[in-house]
């Protein structure tokens, strides 16, 4: 295996993800949905429609009931009940620390763009292979590259993209809220904002990594479209709807990040580590079996 | 599938019994073939044959279910060591719409190895000479079906590999072009070893110096196209004009030769009772002889049976 060869892929690559359809629907649904979910936070303070505690004050019962639920500690109406009196303590501490500890809007903005980048990443990085693979495009590299190369190259051209992609989105909302709302230090929102771009390349690799390996291993872009948006965003409804059953079912959560990724943004410097560690034991374990099953398969 | 160093260096790609089967159908049954090194080699059969089959299994796109495959020194398909040794020209295949032509050259050029500035004066040269020039900044969507097919070939033949497959890659070109293409195979040849496979046999019988016959995945016949050819032996003559029924008869009547058939229009074709290759020879000098003794001239002549005519004979016209 040559790194220059995965190099040469990856980086001819992403001219060509900008190129296609899927690509561009990538960028427009990242930005378009991306900034409209931000958007009511941010109208909610700049309307003054309620004053800023209020807002925060109910944005920590929501944010520590959602946590509480990614980290399966209940189904989900007992945790809604439960933040409603006040008696969800750990995850209360957690919403705590985002919403006073740091800057409390960009916090909430993150808590909700977690939930949606896996998403996004799956209806922008479903077609790094199968297209390819459906019109043979592929043969015309292979006898240059091997299959193991091929593969990388692609899933570090997509995974850059996306990071890159990424970022950019909450760069802009960190700029827009430290240009038009006069309310945190551009120190502090810096700060929180480089972490949490950070933060946000880690956990997108994982899911970009699955994108790879199902993309690599179905002909139809359309199909392999279909099965990255139904296992990314089926896993953690078919989770939660199932603990309701029988509470062990809820660890499905953790075939993908779901179980963990909000560890990301934890209190807890090690419980983070162990978070960003997870992100990327996830994505070797999608790569190596994405690979594997790439390499012995009819192409 | 297993792999043994003992190839003869002669040999640019050695099969035995490779079989494959998509289901119930067996596209290739027990599939038998040696390819000499720099030879122009003709793999030929009718839709269906699995010649396509044949070059996607050598190429590493499939996998077989059985059997042996040495290329190049006894690799085996997908041996990192034959990356940018081996090319192909699928057949199906489409261009990445969604990259230049040049980008997509280019990047095939620096897989191998070429430096940028390399590589991009490599692919504009090669476009240039299969009339693809003005189209490197262009994508593949305002292509031709012929412009197309030469745009793969054109990335079968970049680099240096010493052993390249063609899978029709004539079809839908212009004679300009296609002649163009035969040229192209030709010269490459001097240094590698070109597998061609076309429909088009009297393409293949003028190009190829040796040659194999497909049928549902069996290898019917293999060797150079001279040897396939004067298998069956026969004379065949066309005459300034037609013979008369005594000509005829005095032809017939010579040691070794049959009774002929009239194609019409001057044109005849003498069954040669001779096996031995001297015997022929005798038997073909004394037709000519009889004929240059009446003071008739033979317009062209040719010893042995045409591809088609053996191709006919050996595959099956079942097959779809």
Not at chain 2, 200 to 207: I, P, R, T, Y
Not at chain 2, 270 to 288: D, K, S, Y
Request: one cysteine or more; charged letters at 20%.
């Amino acid at each position: 295996m040559q790194s220059r060869r995965i190099r040469l892929v990856s980086l001819y690559s992403i001219p060509a993800i900008l190129r296609n359809g899927s690509g561009i629907t990538y960028v427009f649904i990242t930005f378009v949905l991306g900034i409209t979910i931000t958007e009511p936070l941010l109208v909610f303070y700049e309307s003054g429609i309620l004053p800023i505690d209020e807002v925060l004050s109910k944005l920590e019962i929501a944010i520590s009931v959602l946590l509480a639920a990614v980290s399966l500690e209940g189904t989900f109406p007992d945790l809604v009940d439960l933040g409603g009196k006040g008696e969800l303590t750990g995850a209360a501490e957690w919403a705590t620390y985002l919403l006073h500890q740091r800057p409390a809007l960009l916090s909430a903005v993150f808590v909700l763009e977690m939930l949606c980048i896996p998403l996004f990443v799956a209806t922008g990085a479903f077609n790094q292979l199968s297209g390819d693979l459906q019109f043979g495009a592929i043969r015309y590299q292979l006898l240059r590259v091997s299959r193991t190369e091929l593969f990388l190259g692609r899933f570090f051209g997509m995974a850059a993209f996306s990071i890159l992609l990424i970022s950019t989105l909450l760069l802009a909302v960190v700029l827009y809220m430290g240009l038009r709302l006069d309310l945190y230090e551009w120190g502090e929102l810096l700060a929180w904002g480089s972490r949490g771009i950070l933060l946000f390349a880690v956990m997108s690799i994982p899911y970009v990594a699955l994108c790879t390996m199902i993309s690599a291993n179905v002909r139809s872009p359309f199909g392999s479209l279909i099965l990255t948006s139904a296992v990314i965003s089926g896993v953690p409804l078919v989770s939660l709807s199932a603990m309701t059953a029988w509470a062990p079912l809820g660890k499905i959560l953790y075939l993908l990040p779901w179980g963990f990724q909000h560890r990301l943004f934890h209190p807890d410097p090690q419980q983070a580590l162990l978070a960003v560690a997870g992100c990327f034991a996830y994505t070797a374990i999608y790569l190596v079996l994405g690979c594997l099953l790439f390499r012995r398969r009819d192409l | 599938m297993s792999t043994s160093p003992a190839v003869p260096p002669s040999s640019a790609l050695d099969l035995e019994g490779v079989t494959r089967t998509f289901g119930k159908l067996r596209a290739l049954d027990g599939t038998t073939l040696s390819i000499p090194k720099r030879s122009i080699f003709g793999l030929v059969g009718p839709n269906g044959a699995g010649k396509t089959t044949l070059f996607s299994v050598i190429a590493g796109f499939l996998q077989p279910d059985a059997g042996r495959i040495e290329i190049l020194d006894g690799l085996a398909p997908g041996d990192s060591r034959l990356l940018g040794r081996m090319s192909i020209l699928p057949q199906d295949a489409l261009f990445d719409r969604n990259m230049t032509i040049v980008d997509q050259l280019m990047l095939l050029r620096r897989l191998e190895g070429a430096s940028r500035r390399n590589a991009r004066l490599e692919v504009a040269e090669a476009l240039t000479r299969v009339g693809l020039g003005d189209y490197l900044e262009r994508g593949v969507s305002v292509l031709s079906h012929g412009m197309s097919k030469r745009l793969g070939i054109v990335q079968a033949f970049l680099g240096d590999p010493e052993l390249i497959f063609l899978d029709e890659p004539t079809s839908g070109l212009d004679p300009r072009n296609a002649k163009r293409v035969r040229e192209v195979i030709r010269e490459l040849s001097v240094h590698a070893t070109v597998v061609v496979s076309s429909h088009n046999l009297f393409e293949l019988q003028d190009l190829c110096d040796h040659v194999a016959i497909l049928d549902r995945g069996v290898v019917k016949a293999q060797g150079s196209m001279s040897e396939i050819t004067r298998g069956a032996r026969r004379l065949e003559i066309e005459l300034e004009r037609t013979l008369v029924g005594e000509e005829r008869a005095a032809i017939e009547a010579l040691a070794g030769v049959r009774v002929a058939e009239d194609l019409g229009g001057g044109r005849y074709i003498f069954p040669l009772e001779a096996i031995e290759n001297e015997q022929g020879n005798r038997t073909v000098r004394a037709i000519l002889g009889e004929l240059l003794r009446r003071e008739i001239t033979p317009r062209s002549f040719r010893e042995g049976s045409s591809l088609e005519e053996i191709f006919l004979q050996l595959t099956d016209d079942t097959s779809e």
